[in-house]
């Protein structure tokens, strides 16, 4: 039966090869079940249940995307758009995250139209790479602030907006110990570096009495406190457009970004170097959104860590099935996602942070039609703990420097249009 649903000696695999690359994936990956529920614990959400939510769009999201796409690639609640949620939609805009739920709902319905319908590759194609990059990177120093935001690094201060903390205190130093064990777990090629930061930084804050002691295992908490309480009519209003238009636009080009370069990996593209099954691939991950804002979590998204699975010799979609079954497995150990501080996942999301900027080195920076929206958008972004404001000001500037530079015939419809979106947006909305 597995041979027949996932053509395993097709794709030169067998089911152990499957099996150990979707354990590989999930130690990559794992964090997120710690973060994502602390992260929007922030929001006013309920850490346990948003924690049961986390795992089971994650395994949704597997799910169809190993039974219906038939692909190594593993989902969650993504980075980013999770802090993005918290941090700027429901604590700087002052929305209910009902209401933020709502907006994912709507990102995922919108996302599911534009695969059925193939729409898709025209908004992929019209988008400048530069953009795309700089969105990337923008969010990774969106997490790097919030990062050391949250380790102590980083304080207000009412004359320079921001200051230095007290470095010397326990937090800020714990944090930047799980930063550089990461590095050294990764450099030496250990699996899961990320989740055994988490865990070795909780344990010495146990062992020094920072953190209290709750036990490891338990029944799966309740999902009641979030489970369809995304309030729908809320999102309609005016001002969570620019906040479902970022929901869908960051997932849109990192889903597309993250099945490519598993695909590469995986030497999974055809001949012509497309992916087959695009669209059912994508379908996994709007699908998964929807059912995550539904069940009470942030917009679910391919994980860039599968590539950890398919070099460990996945290449179907058991890999991802897999995942899934080791992400409702982890159900049963929420008291240790409960105990997590927020300094021992600091240093993990300084190194998505760092992991983000990477696609800086694909700028061509002496070109300033090309490195000025980008700088905009990575300065904007963290200075104004938005997603959704470095994105617009990022098309404001793109379609400004081309039109001062006698560039304009280079602008293609679909950027100028967003760009004019936006303008009249901040003109009339603010």
Request: net charge negative.
């Amino acid at each position: 039966m597995l041979e027949q649903w996932f053509q395993l000696k097709a794709h030169n695999t067998n089911f152990k090869k499957e099996v150990i690359a979707g354990i590989t994936t999930f130690l990559t990956m794992a964090y997120i079940i710690f973060i994502n529920p602390a992260m929007l614990a922030d929001a006013g959400m309920d850490r346990d249940a948003v924690f049961v939510a986390t795992c089971l769009a994650a395994a949704i999201g597997c799910f169809i995307m190993g039974f219906v796409a038939n692909y190594p690639i593993a989902l969650a609640p993504g980075m980013g758009l999770n802090a993005f949620f918290t941090y700027t939609v429901v604590l700087d805009m002052g929305y209910s995250w009902q209401v933020a739920l709502g907006g994912v709902f709507f990102s995922g319905l919108i996302f599911i139209l534009l695969s059925l319908f193939n729409i898709r590759e025209w908004i992929i194609n019209s988008i400048p790479q530069s953009l795309r990059f700089g969105i990337a990177a923008g969010i990774g120093l969106f997490l790097a602030f919030i990062a050391l935001k949250n380790a102590g690094f980083i304080v207000d201060n009412p004359a320079t907006l921001v200051t230095l903390g007290d470095i010397t205190a326990v937090e800020p130093v714990l944090a930047a110990i799980g930063l550089f064990l990461i590095v050294g777990l990764v450099k030496r090629g250990i699996n899961g570096a990320v989740m055994l930061s988490i865990l070795v930084i909780t344990a010495i804050a146990i062992l020094i009495g920072k953190v209290q002691y709750d036990g490891i295992v338990s029944m799966p908490p309740s999902l009641a406190p979030t489970f369809m309480q995304l309030d729908i009519s809320g999102a309609f209003e005016v001002g969570m457009i620019s906040v479902v238009f970022a929901f869908l636009f960051v997932d849109l080009f990192d889903t597309s970004g993250t099945l490519i370069a598993v695909a590469q990996r995986g030497n999974l593209l055809a001949e012509d170097g497309t992916l087959p099954r695009l669209g059912k691939a994508l379908l996994a991950d709007s699908s998964a959104t929807v059912a995550g804002s539904m069940l009470g979590t942030s917009t679910t998204t391919s994980y860039v860590e599968s590539t950890a699975g398919v070099a460990a010799g996945g290449r179907t979609g058991l890999t991802a099935i897999t995942v899934g079954v080791l992400f409702l497995l982890s159900l049963f150990f929420s008291p240790l996602a409960g105990i997590i501080p927020a300094y021992a996942t600091s240093g993990p999301l300084f190194y998505v942070a760092v992991l983000m900027l990477a696609g800086l080195v694909n700028i061509h920076w002496d070109d300033l039609s090309e490195a000025v929206p980008v700088a905009v958008i990575c300065i904007t972004m963290p200075l104004t703990f938005s997603i959704a404001h470095g994105i617009a000001f990022g098309f404001i500037s793109y379609v400004l420097v081309r039109i001062f530079s006698g560039e304009f015939k280079s602008l293609n419809l679909s950027v100028l249009f967003l760009a004019i979106l936006f303008v009249l947006k901040f003109a009339f909305f603010g």
